[in-house]
Structures are given as structure tokens and as C-alpha cells.
């Protein structure tokens, strides 16, 4: 049941799409609240993460700031990175871009 309703939204969202919205970024993290799941009356920590990001994103413009090294936080990527030094150096060199 889960699973038609996941099937459900994802059609709608691509219905949505086919009207002609001009920037499906911003529909979808317009609509992200829309889908947040509850599991045992309990939020998901990932989803919650994922509304308040998609949230700032919309109110800072249409930025976030290193979205992507965040994302490693959140699923413990640095732990795997580390023992791989070229990766380090890869991700080091893109903060040292965007922050100047």
C-alpha cells in the first residue's frame, strides 16, 4: 500500500510537470512538505532535513551554500573519505572555491 502511494505522488508530480511549470526545482521543493511520510507517529530525520533545506533554499534565493558536502555529513561520508586522499583533496579544492 505504501508502495501505490509513493507510485500515486510521483505521478502527480509529473503531471505538474507536463502543464508547463517553468522551474520544476522550486515546484518540488515547494511541494517537498507535501510528502513527508510518519512512521510509528514519528518523522522520518532525513525528511525532516530535507523540508528545512529545500525551505532555505527558497528563502536564500535559490542557494544553499556547499549543499553537497552536507549531504556527506548527514550519511557519515567523511568517515569513508578519509581513507581516500584524492576524494579529500577533490572536496578541499571545491570549499576553497567557493569560499575564496
Not at 510521483?10 to 502543464?19: C, G, L, M, T, V
Not at 525551505?55 to 561520508?77: A, C, D, S, T
Request: net charge negative; hydrophobic share 30%.
Amino acid at each position: 500500500m505504501l508502495q501505490s502511494h509513493g507510485e500515486n505522488n510521483n505521478q502527480e508530480i509529473a503531471k505538474e510537470d507536463d502543464k508547463g511549470e517553468k522551474d520544476t526545482e522550486e515546484y518540488l521543493f515547494r511541494k517537498l512538505p507535501e510528502y513527508k511520510q510518519r512512521i510509528a507517529g514519528k518523522s522520518i530525520p532525513f525528511e525532516k532535513f530535507s523540508i528545512h533545506k529545500a525551505n532555505k533554499y527558497l528563502e536564500q534565493n535559490h542557494r544553499l551554500f556547499l549543499p553537497g558536502m552536507e549531504l556527506i555529513l548527514v550519511w557519515n561520508g567523511f568517515k569513508v573519505l578519509h581513507r581516500t586522499p584524492d576524494l579529500v583533496e577533490a572536496n578541499a579544492k571545491t570549499c576553497t572555491e567557493v569560499t575564496g
